[in-house]
Nanobody, 115 residues
Framework: QVQLVEAGGDLGPPGGSLRLSCAAS????????MGWYRQAPGKERELVAT???????KYVDSVKGRFTISRDNAKITVYLRMNSLKPEDTAAYYC?????????WGQGTQVTVSS
């Protein structure tokens, strides 16, 4: 059974930084494309960033240049470094494989950007 556990969300001011982490319970995920997703209140969940096993990355336009996705395959952990945070980044953040596995969603971690 795959378990993904997100952590690192917090309340922070505009312009601040956070690093989210996602720990996986299954070593097979080392070889999968991983993604970070987010869901703001009243909105659909959206894909924020993806990272392939060989290190290719993609980002949604709204976070390009501010967010960085990375992974530590030894720890089976995926990270999302978030800089220059904006109020519109406020959301629950989730990690999953890409395309997302419907049974893989974790509890997410809440990021709130507010002054």
């Amino acid at each position: 059974q795959v378990q993904l556990v997100e952590a690192g969300g917090d309340l922070g001011p505009p312009g601040g930084s956070l690093r989210l982490s996602c720990a996986a319970s299954v070593t097979l995920l080392r070889f999968k494309t991983m993604g970070w997703y987010r869901q703001a209140p009243g909105k659909e969940r959206e894909l924020v960033a993806t990272l392939t096993y060989i290190g290719n990355t993609k980002y949604v336009d709204s976070v390009k240049g501010r967010f960085t996705i990375s992974r530590d395959n030894a720890k089976i952990t995926v990270y999302l470094r978030m800089n220059s945070l904006k109020p519109e980044d406020t959301a629950a953040y989730y990690c999953n494989v890409y395309p997302p596995g419907k049974d893989y969603w974790g509890q997410g971690t809440q990021v709130t950007v507010s002054s």
